[in-house]
């Protein structure tokens, strides 16, 4: 069983549409992120929740919009898209919140989107 | 803030050792330092992470010194599949990984 999951792995769509991507880990972990893979391969930081309470919200658009129902899943929204956000959304899960020694991230495999 | 700074790229050859160096000169005292390792169309995946001296797992060992200002990455007798990019991660002020662009490691037959 894959530990965390998303879907789509790709998406294209044109500017100005709204789209998901939907997340879920079954490692049962009490954290999961939201980060974004740009053409340059820099990873940052998007979302960071605990236990379905948002506790990070990095400097993003407002079109950025993260759900999570329960705390095995965390959704992104994206509203309005536009050309440069187009990138890799990778989703991730750990069991602590953050440390000095703060523990493995698993990652997803990435969704790859494309805003023509 | 503790910003790293690793190569940008390596090459080395099938059996070899090979040993990525970081700096980290601003590592805060409790910090611990975090390697990953990202395959292409991959999510990165942890391979080690230590706070001083030396730590070894299955994959890798990890060495850093007194001063802990730098780490070394060391991967024993690397494989064709053990090309990817290898990030050397320092923490935020929230505890965060910092991501910088890694380092590129080709392997070669």
């Known amino acids: 069983d894959t530990a965390v999951s998303q879907t789509p792995k790709y998406l294209v769509t044109q500017m100005g549409n709204d789209k998901s991507i939907k997340c879920e880990q079954n490692?049962?972990?009490?954290?999961m992120y939201w980060y974004k893979q740009d053409s340059k391969k820099f990873l940052k930081i998007m979302f960071s929740?605990?236990?379905?309470?948002?506790?990070i919200n990095e400097t993003v658009p407002n079109r950025f919009s993260p759900k999570s129902p329960d705390k095995a899943h965390l959704n992104l929204h994206i509203n309005s898209l536009e050309l440069g956000d187009s990138a890799v959304y990778f989703c991730?899960?750990?069991?602590?919140?953050?440390?000095?020694?703060?523990?493995?991230?698993?990652f997803g495999e990435g969704s790859r989107l494309t805003v023509l | 803030l503790a910003k790293t700074t690793q190569p940008i790229s390596m090459d080395s050859y099938e059996g070899q050792e090979v040993n990525i160096t970081c700096s980290h000169n601003?590592?805060?005292?409790?910090?611990?330092i975090t390697w990953y390792q990202q395959f292409p169309s991959q999510g990165p995946r942890f391979i080690i992470q230590?706070?001083?001296?030396?730590v070894t797992n299955e994959v890798a060992s990890l060495f850093i010194p007194a001063d802990r200002k730098s780490s070394t990455l060391s991967l024993p007798r690397v494989s064709l599949s053990d090309t990817a990019v290898y990030y050397c991660?320092?923490?935020?002020?929230?505890?965060?990984?910092?991501w910088g662009a890694g380092t590129k490691l080709i392997i070669k037959p």
């Open positions: 991660l320092g923490l935020d002020s929230n505890y965060q990984l910092i």
């Open positions: 601003n590592i805060a005292t409790n910090d611990y």
């Open positions: 230590g706070y001083k001296t030396k």
């Open positions: 490692l049962g972990h009490d954290t």
């Open positions: 929740y605990n236990n379905k309470e948002l506790i």
């Open positions: 991730a899960s750990s069991q602590d919140e953050g440390s000095a020694n703060t523990g493995e991230l698993f």
